[in-house]
């Protein structure tokens, strides 16, 4: 056989395709019916609070699956009280009295808008610590991350404040109406320029973000034009804050009020131009527009299931999953709560492949131990300034670790839920995961101490609240049933067991003595020293395994 006929033969004798991907799992959204035990739950608690403490375990318990996820999503605790001034007599704030809130105080002076602006993280971090049993907290960060803004960027502390009480108020409501709000929000106006957005001098920023970000996202399906984000830019022109009241208010003088034609991708829609204060009609138009596309639902539910359930969305999932939530959403004129009830009460959330399965953030992290464990912090009532020490302390930890609530890296929030291929892996390298073992053990040890108050995890009082404290194989079956959500080896706990619990000894009664005479006299010293070095060290082994991790 000549070159010739070689590569002919070649040409006819294709290489066999790879084979298909692999579907994780096929189930979808039928509703959950198998067995509603303490692992469910602790799941379902795991996914949609921060932690699953052994009280909300057994609350839940008590509850049919429907009955859970309803009451998960509908909060019936009061919306918190805002954050307070925590800085005076360190920083004067001439307006604001020391314990009183100053979100209704706007200031220009730049001191105090960074000492408010970090007296917000703190309060939010308070808040997720104290948090009800509803999805409230967790659906709230989501959408922060997901309306990616930056408080140094905003500047205006109040702006920072008003933003996030805006998603806080909305977070299981209407996302078309959310959107709206998130548009002429002074908090995003100042974000991405949209205050600067004039006829004369169209800013492009919240246009486009608005569409790749916000709404549709990106992919093979959504194909809207740089045109189309030039148009958009042009409808939204005219929107301001008044620099005295800081309240958003049209300029009809600075919009735009020539008709914008649209592409193809948006079926060559064409929004009428307004004058006068009807300009500010064609931003409804616009968003209608927007809502007009399939992508919008499909885009905010996959944003939805890589929060909540999993980071990788293949065909299967895709197909019985993503396309049913999303008609779900649709057909609910877009109120969020219907996808989540369908989702959180699915077989596929409850689908064994997707337990245990998503690393913590660097929030979930920190928040969990310190729920689980029932850490306890200053009242805010009477030692509000302690209380906000003790929070900053641990926003810090968030921020050592890669998440500083209120300003991700940039407008598309964190990249651990967009970037591909790793997302949820991206949290953990070599700098966070020492990082968040060093937490642990600061917390487990000696805690943190301010003004003669502590923060620290009582070993001994939570191991006394779990059932069977004085066997040592229960003990370490029911810590694991609340810290972890992925089983270790019949012969890891027993290597635990006996290196900690008995102190390299063989027989179970060297624990159960030394919890049964610590019981016996708690006041004694020696007793209480050694169940507490014992269990210590044993909670602190725990939380350093990369099973803790996970979610």
Known sequence: ?????????????????????????QSGLNPYSGPWTRNEVQHLLKRTLFGSTRADIAYFLGRTVDQAVNELLNPTAPLPSPPINDYSPATPDPAVAAGATWVNNPTNDGTLNSQRRNSFKKWWAGQMINQDRSIREKITLFWSDHFGTETTTINFSHYVYWHHAMLRQNCLGNFKQLIKSVTLDAGMLRYLNGYLNTASAPDENYARELQELFTLG??????YTEDDVRKAAKVLTGWRINNTTYAVFFDATRHDSTSKQFSSYYGGTTIAGQTGANGALETDDLINMLFAKDEVSKYICRCLYRWFVYYKIDAAAETNVIEPLAAIFRTNNFEIKPVLSALLKSEHFFDVLNQGCLIKSPVDNVVSSLREFGVVFPNTTTEYADAYGMWNYIRNWFTNMGQDIGDPPDVSGWPAYYQEPQFHEMWINSDTLPKRNQFTDIMITNGYTRNGKKIVINAVAFTQSLPNPSDPNLLLDDALAILYRVPISATAKQTIKEQILLSNQTQDYYWTNAWNAYIVNPADTASFNIVNTRLKSLYQYLMNLSEYQLS
Request: no cysteine; net charge positive.
């Open 1 to 25: 056989m000549d070159r010739r006929q070689f590569l002919a033969a070649k040409r006819t004798n294709p290489a066999p395709a790879p084979p298909p991907e692999q579907s994780r799992t």
């Open 218 to 223: 990106k992919g093979p399906t959504v194909l």
